[in-house]
């Protein structure tokens, strides 16, 4: 059971001190290794050896309530937006009830000037005014003081606790005007019943809008979610039959139609068709697949109807595994963070003191009439100096932007590395399968003679031999439908070529040494292949019947995008560096082509690792870009590793960030991405300390010597409410975030 993931609904939670509370209660229970509070979902995530019963209890314990979410990813979050539909209506109910009572008091205030209590009639009249809005408090509030007192009797305090004292001692203040006005001087006999009304309305409504606003931020898991299809059709002896999803097997036969979504992984048994990939990999172009191929679900069937076999279902298929690593990313923390939650642990208790020296400081030397002045100055400070703006800065941007990270194939394991990835400098990179295609293709073929004869005649001969630049050679016969022929007496020399009869005809494929050893010299086809190895490619001479044929050349050939990919890369500001295990004339040809200046080949993986090691000890930050087993290392050493998606598990389970599609494109996405986090994220938390480094002092009333006005209590709310919601609006414009092209790559 250790390391078991459990993942609980929270309810109470509401600032950045609820976040360490609850975190703290779960890490003092044996068995936990790690609890992460997403505020912004209102979720719980626990690891470790721990039962659920254990895990809500040690919340319940703490103040707040949790419950064990849904074990299906898709039935939860229809459990989730039901819950917020239904939040949002009763916030807004709420809200309304509450501002249908507050703004006719403000009104009657402003229009007539009539707030006081003087006379028995207003006595009356403000009692029964009281009692209506003691019930619209309990109706509309009841939830901030049930907060407070749960809060209060484990010994915490939070929002709940500001609002519940703010208005509470509003109310209270008014109700002691109605029932002992003549205790208090005339100036003094003022009451704030539309004060308690109006800040409940207005923090109820800034929840709801908040409500409305967060749910925007997990369109991307969303969007993942409604990639799978409910059913598939499975094809048995019986025929075919619709059938739930969670009911098929590994080994089911499935067939799917244009149009249809492949409903979980597998291979391809019969037909032809292009298949969308793009909502997993961020790739426009459809990919071609026939027999043998691999299916993802999620994606998308464009024109053939296939039959493929079930390989992965359910929690295994790269689908479900997807949306499990933007989830878990989404709950992370990002280092900076850590500043909100040192400041956080401290903060309500600090403004509750601050408030009260404030109140005393009114009450004995402020002017007439103190009274008054003391509850406005102390509720203003309560109400204006909740943290629910800094429990919400860096979250709700982390959820956004790993969420668009995903949308364009860029998988993000965790916060730590969204952060980190902002900050490299350097970029490593491996060659084979990275910067090239990682597979060897016959990039020349020269002669004298008929090009598709000598091709047939090569390719022949090599179908016999078992070394990986053959398959090459014939790949590119059978790209052409060349028809291949019989070989008697074929031979493999050892470090020099192959040697057979194809059709009667010896035919000879090799490097030098085999030419010297049959007696032929290669003439002027030596400095041709010369010209080619210096290119980087494996050069080999042909000879057929004893007589020099030609040259061919075998590479692994650069990617596509790789020279505009490197370009966009340096045009981030970081420097480019190669590591592979090839040999140095040919890693010296790639780097030349893609512009890439400093290289390190021969390598060994764990000299990859060594270096990277070395320029961390520079202070360098580095990244590391690979995809085989031998970049395993490298990846985790590295501050950041990128594991490119057509690459091994073992490099994508090791590396920090997987990127879906083949292409460094994918790593300028993931750092533009990471800036652009990161900007937002520092946005979010210098609004959020601005808000309440100068909202305190104004609410203190440190201006009222230059303007002769306090904060309004009514302000002091709406100002606090709407701080929430411009946390989640800026957070809600990563949204927005797309990748500069290739194409924007200055030269």
């Known amino acids: 059971m250790s390391g078991q993931q459990q993942t609980f609904t929270l309810s109470g939670a509401s600032c950045a001190g609820c976040v360490r509370k609850i975190e703290s209660a779960l890490k ?424 598709d004869e000598l091709l047939t005649l090569l390719a022949s001969l090599e179908r016999h031999s078992e070394h990986p630049l053959a398959e090459a050679i014939v790949d590119a016969a059978r790209d052409k439908e060349l028809s291949l022929h019989e070989v008697e007496d074929f031979e493999a020399i050892t470090a020099h070529g192959v040697r057979g009869k194809v059709d009667g005809r010896l035919v000879l494929l090799g490097n030098r040494k085999l030419m010297s050893r049959e007696a032929i010299e290669p003439g002027d086809w030596q400095a041709r292949a010369e010209d080619l190895a210096a290119m980087g490619r494996t050069a080999m001479y042909a000879a057929v019947d004893n007589q020099m044929a030609g040259v061919i050349a075998v590479a692994d050939p650069i990617r596509k995008d790789a020279k505009d990919a490197v370009a966009r890369l340096k045009n981030l500001g970081l420097k480019i560096e190669m590591l592979t295990g090839d040999n140095q004339a040919t890693a010296d040809a790639v780097a030349k082509q893609l512009g890439i200046e400093s290289v390190h080949a021969d390598l060994q993986p764990e000299d990859k690792e060594k270096i990277i090691g070395e320029l961390q000890q520079k202070g360098i930050r580095v990244g590391m870009a690979g995809d085989g087993i031998n970049d395993a290392p490298a990846l985790a050493r590295a501050d950041v590793g990128f594991a490119i998606g057509a690459g091994t598990d073992v490099a994508i389970e090791t590396a920090d960030v997987t990127l879906m599609r083949s292409s460094l494109h994918g790593v300028a996405d993931a750092i533009e991405l990471s800036r652009a986090t990161l900007r937002n994220i520092k946005q979010n938390l210098f609004g959020a300390f601005i808000y309440n480094t100068l909202g305190i002092p104004v609410a203190a009333g440190v201006l009222y010597p230059l303007t002769g006005m306090l904060l309004s209590p009514v302000i002091a709310g709406a100002a606090m409410a709407f701080s929430s919601v411009t946390v989640v609006s800026n957070a809600n414009r990563l949204r927005l975030f797309k990748p500069s092209s290739a194409q924007e790559v200055r030269p």
């Open 28 to 451: 003092a229970v044996d068995g936990v290794d790690d609890a992460r509070v997403n505020l912004a979902e209102r979720t719980l995530t626990v690891t470790g050896s721990v039962s659920s019963p254990t895990c809500i209890s040690a919340v319940e314990s703490a103040g707040y309530g949790a419950k064990r979410a849904a074990a299906d990813p898709r039935k939860q979050r229809e459990l989730q937006r039901d819950k917020d539909r239904q939040h949002f209506r009763k916030l807004m109910w709420r809200s309304g009830l509450a501002l249908a009572l507050g703004i006719p008091l403000m009104l009657w205030g402003l229009i007539t000037g009539e707030m006081s209590v003087n006379t028995s009639t207003q006595q009356l009249a403000w009692g029964c005014v009281g009692l209506i809005t003691l019930a619209v408090m309990a109706f509309c509030g009841g939830h901030f003081f049930t907060g407070a007192w749960k809060a209060f009797r484990h010994h915490n305090a939070n929002m709940d606790t500001l609002i519940a004292v703010g208005t509470g001692a509003a109310w209270l203040f008014s109700m002691a005007v109605v029932f002992f006005p003549h205790w208090l001087p005339e100036s003094a006999r003022h009451v704030y019943f539309e004060a308690s009304a109006m800040i409940i309305g207005l923090i109820n409504l800034g929840q709801a809008l908040e409500v409305r606003a967060r749910g925007r931020t997990s369109a991307a898991v969303e969007k993942l979610l409604e990639l799978q299809d409910p059913t598939a059709r499975v094809v048995s002896e019986s025929g075919e039959v619709d059938v739930p999803l969670e009911e098929v097997q590994v080994g089911d036969q499935v067939r799917v139609r244009p149009g249809e979504k492949i409903p979980v992984d597998g291979q391809v048994l019969e037909g032809r068709s292009s298949v969308d990939e793009s909502m997993l990999t961020g790739e426009p172009v459809p990919v071609k697949k026939a027999a043998g191929d691999n299916l993802s679900a999620g994606t998308l069937n464009k024109n053939g109807t296939l039959l493929f076999e079930a390989k992965k279902v359910g929690a295994e298929t790269r689908l479900a595994q997807i949306i499990e690593m933007v989830q878990n990313a989404q709950s992370s923390r990002v280092p900076i963070a850590r500043l909100a939650d040192t400041i956080s642990a401290i903060f309500v208790p600090t403004v509750m003191i601050i408030a009260i020296i404030a109140a005393l400081v009114w009450f004995n030397w402020g002017p007439d009439p103190r009274a008054a002045h003391t509850l406005v100055v102390l509720t203003s400070v309560l109400i204006i100096a909740c943290p629910c703006a800094l429990g919400l800065a860096t979250p709700m941007s982390v959820m956004v932007g790993v969420g668009k990270g995903a949308e364009h194939g860029v998988l993000v394991r965790n916060g730590k590395a969204l952060q980190q990835a902002s900050n490299l400098t350097t970029l490593v990179v491996d060659k084979t399968g990275t910067l090239t295609e990682g597979a060897p293709k016959l990039t020349d073929i020269e002669t004298d003679g008929d090009v």
